[in-house]
Nanobody
């Protein structure tokens, strides 16, 4: 069983910063791409940022130059540094990982989500 555990959400004022963390645990061979998605009520979950095991990053246009995704392969962890946050970025943020199990099969796992609220 593979679990993704997120932390770091909370309330922040517009223009403020937050850092989200996500760590994977369980039995697996390796983790390929890890990323962050967000979702607001009534809308589809959308990609925020992702990073491959080799460090290649991808960002949604709306967050480029403000957010930074990174990972620590030794800790099976991924991070999202969010700067200059906007009210409309209030959402539940989910960690995502493409995990290769010891059997060789790859599955996509999701964290439980962490609430980020941008409000004064």
């Amino acid at each position: 069983q593979v679990q993704l555990v997120e932390s770091g959400g909370g309330l922040v004022q517009p223009g403020g910063s937050l850092r989200l963390s996500c760590a994977a645990s369980g039995r697996f061979s390796r983790i390929n791409t890890m990323g962050w998605y967000r979702q607001t009520p009534g809308k589809q979950r959308e990609l925020v940022a992702s990073i491959t095991s080799g460090g290649v990053t991808n960002y949604a246009d709306a967050v480029k130059d403000r957010f930074d995704v990174s990972r620590d392969n030794a800790k099976n962890a991924v991070y999202l540094q969010m700067n200059n946050l906007k009210r409309e970025e209030t959402a539940v943020y989910y960690c995502n990982a493409a995990v290769v199990l010891t059997s060789g099969t790859m599955y996509t796992y999701w964290g439980q989500g962490t609430q980020v609220t941008v409000s004064s």
